[in-house]
């Protein structure tokens, strides 16, 4: 008889289901049933709309930098980051002791819950907020703590204050969140620290934050609290999801203690090659930004005007609605349009569409109106 593998694990495994992902192009194309040539041949024309990249592409020097990194993948990569540190820390204006890199923003989220949450301790998130914070919560054998979100999905910072005890190690935010777009004020955000013990934890995830910049402050020099980590990614406007790049900035000894879970070359030298060039593009981000911001707009008019947009968004992404959200999803995979349902975060009839190209975002926009009943 087979070895029941799930009692050999952690207890927590009970609990714990894989992330489900946007759904890759030629994944989606072969669940049509159509054969490894007709896959190749039908990539280019399909339309990824489900896991908010970038979809201009990478900026131009961190693509050549990447040709000149791969001349150096036979030897491991610089484990503590150095020359991404030092020009993130000039972005910031912080101390390279205030940085984390991680193997995506992702990783920083699960390493930063994992030293601070175990048994016994709770973590705090809101109900609709990203997904991976549940996942890493349940992973370190802690008790996870899903509070609502007001009406319009706002995260509700009074119940996430009560839902406070002795027991509270980890508070994560997501601002702007994902999935729901919604925005909270640096306002709101500095009240609600005020409030919270200093020794807590405060995960300020600001994936999007590239989307907002001109609408809050500075929140690395604006929000003073002890426990504060701000988390940031060049997977989203910095379009180099692939790679897995992602960084926390916190205070210094705070980030010790993280780094003590840290394996060694955690960030790949493409990657690390990658996001320093990167960060010397800004200009082409914000064109970039701009733009999605422009199409955005137009895609939530048009959503609204076929009667199903679900809440206005402040990230790369909007939300719309409709009764049998599963079902559209394999109408719009059948048209070559591949959105995101949002069941899997309690939301079974809200689907999820990333800002494409203005092309991408017709045909998305086409796709849907055909299958609308
Ligand atoms: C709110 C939020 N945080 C973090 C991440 C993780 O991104 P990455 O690991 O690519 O940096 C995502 C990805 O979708 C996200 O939406």
């Given at each position: 008889m087979g070895i029941d593998w799930l009692k050999q694990a952690v207890a927590q495994s009970e609990k714990l289901h894989?992330?489900?992902?946007?759904?890759?192009?030629?994944?989606?194309?072969?669940?049509?049933?159509?054969?490894?040539?007709?896959?190749?041949?039908?990539?280019?024309?399909?339309?990824?709309?489900?896991?908010?990249?970038?979809?201009?592409?990478?900026?131009?020097?961190?693509?050549?930098?990447?040709?000149?990194?791969?001349?150096?993948?036979?030897?491991?990569?610089?484990?503590?980051?150095?020359?991404?540190?030092?020009?993130?820390?000039?972005?910031?204006?912080?101390?390279?002791?205030?940085?984390?890199?991680?193997?995506?923003?992702?990783?920083?989220?699960?390493?930063?819950?994992?030293?601070?949450?175990?048994?016994?301790?709770?973590?705090?998130?809101?109900?609709?907020?990203?997904?991976?914070?549940a996942l890493a919560t349940t992973a370190a054998g802690a008790k996870g703590v899903a509070v609502p979100e007001h009406d319009?999905?706002?995260?509700?910072?009074?119940?996430?204050?009560?839902?406070?005890?002795?027991?509270?190690?980890?508070?994560?935010?997501?601002n702007p969140n994902n999935p729901t777009g919604a925005l909270l004020s640096t306002q709101a955000l500095q009240s609600f620290l005020h409030k919270l013990p200093p020794h807590i934890v405060v995960i300020l995830d600001e994936a999007y934050v590239e989307y907002v910049e001109d609408m809050l402050e500075d929140s690395i020099?604006?929000?003073?609290?002890?426990?504060?980590?701000?988390?940031?990614?060049?997977?989203?406007?910095?379009?180099?999801?692939?790679?897995?790049?992602?960084?926390?900035?916190?205070d210094k000894d705070l980030l010790a203690v993280v780094n003590r879970f840290r394996e060694p070359f955690n960030v790949n030298s493409m990657a690390q090659a990658a996001a320093l060039a990167a960060l010397d593009e800004h200009d082409w981000v914000m064109d970039k930004v701009a733009q999605c911001k422009a199409e955005r707009v137009r895609l939530e008019q048009a959503l609204s005007d076929l009667g199903c947009l679900a809440a206005p968004s402040f990230a790369n992404f909007v939300l719309f609605q409709h009764q049998d959200s599963l079902s559209l999803v394999k109408k719009l995979e059948q048209e070559g349009v591949i959105v995101r349902p949002l069941a899997p975060y309690g939301m079974p009839d809200i689907l999820r569409v990333s800002v494409g190209k203005v092309a991408e975002n017709d045909a998305f926009l086409m796709a849907l109106s055909k299958v609308l009943p």
């Open positions: 894989p992330y489900i992902p946007g759904k890759p192009i030629a994944q989606m194309l072969r669940e049509l049933g159509l054969s490894e040539q007709e896959v190749i041949n039908q990539v280019a024309s399909t339309v990824k709309l489900a896991s908010n990249e970038n979809p201009y592409g990478a900026p131009p020097k961190a693509l050549k930098a990447i040709k000149q990194a791969a001349c150096e993948v036979h030897r491991y990569p610089d484990g503590d980051c150095f020359e991404l540190k030092q020009a993130l820390a000039e972005k910031h204006d912080i101390d390279q002791e205030n940085l984390l890199l991680g193997n995506g923003s992702n990783e920083v989220l699960e390493l930063i819950i994992r030293t601070f949450a175990g048994a016994g301790d709770e973590v705090i998130y809101s109900q609709r907020g990203f997904i991976v914070y319009g999905f706002i995260h509700n910072l009074d119940a996430m204050l009560a839902a406070v005890n002795e027991h509270t190690k980890v508070v994560c935010i997501a020099h604006a929000l003073n609290h002890a426990g504060l980590v701000v988390s940031r990614t060049f997977s989203k406007a910095y379009g180099l999801a692939g790679l897995r790049v992602g960084y926390a900035v916190a």
